[in-house]
């Protein structure tokens, strides 16, 4: 089974409107962490926001927040705003486990933004 | 603070070559190191990772290779390199399991 889900292969969203990128992962460690990344078209991996699995409240860094539903295994990112330059794609990412050294970092397939002027 | 640095930028090998691809990360010990592979327009498949020297985790059956000949270097090789192996190849490195990982700028690698 998919570990990161992201159903969405290509969004577009009017400037200065609010869209939400969708994500649901598969874990059965009560311990994982989940991730956001921005990738421009130059290729870089953007680190966006963390949200961690026993975090009673939901991740917020600017105009970026996660809307994290436990029960529900889904943590969507929420943009506030959107800018022209929130164009990209973005991949949800997951993290399992508490030991200290870590392991895996699994990845979805991503969402193509994009910003109608 | 912390860097990462992935060689070379772009590269284009003909059918049948090998391929070497070097990660190193400064200014931390005993990172936990990552090697992706972004097809065109896809997202990012996790090839290898590796908790410590020699020690390789392989993510999926393929024509590459990786090893950790030192704490904070990361190689990624293949014998002979296929058309399938065209990409994005993308490094990085975390510690905490509550860290973001960090990454390279990226290998965008061509087979002809």
């Known amino acids: 089974a998919q570990k990161i889900t992201q159903t969405q292969p290509g969004m577009f969203v009017q400037e200065k409107e609010a869209v939400t990128l969708d994500c649901t992962y598969d874990t059965s460690d009560p311990s994982y962490g989940l991730f956001w990344y921005k990738q421009p078209s130059s290729g870089e991996m953007i680190f966006l926001i963390y949200q961690g699995s026993y975090d009673q409240q939901n991740a917020t860094e600017g105009r970026y927040s996660l809307n994290f539903q436990k029960a529900r295994k889904s943590a969507n990112l929420v943009i506030s705003a959107s800018q022209l330059g929130d164009s990209a794609m973005y991949f949800c990412a997951m993290r399992e486990g508490k030991d200290y050294f870590g392991n895996q970092f699994y990845f979805g397939t991503g969402t193509s933004l994009t910003v109608i002027p | 603070s912390q860097t990462i640095h992935q060689w070379p930028a772009t590269l284009v090998q003909p059918v049948g070559s090998p391929l070497s691809l070097e990660c190193t990360v400064e200014g931390t010990s005993n990172p936990n190191l990552y090697w992706y592979r972004q097809a065109a327009g896809r997202g990012l498949q996790l090839l290898f990772y590796s908790v410590g020297i020699g020690q390789i985790s392989s993510e999926v059956p393929q024509n590459l290779s990786a090893s950790r000949p030192q704490d904070r270097q990361f190689i990624l090789s293949s014998k002979k390199l296929l058309l399938s192996d065209s990409g994005f190849y993308l490094c990085?490195?975390?510690?905490?399991?509550?860290?973001?990982?960090?990454f390279g700028q990226g290998t965008r690698l061509t087979v002809v």
């Open positions: 990085a490195w975390t510690k905490r399991t509550d860290q973001e990982a960090f």
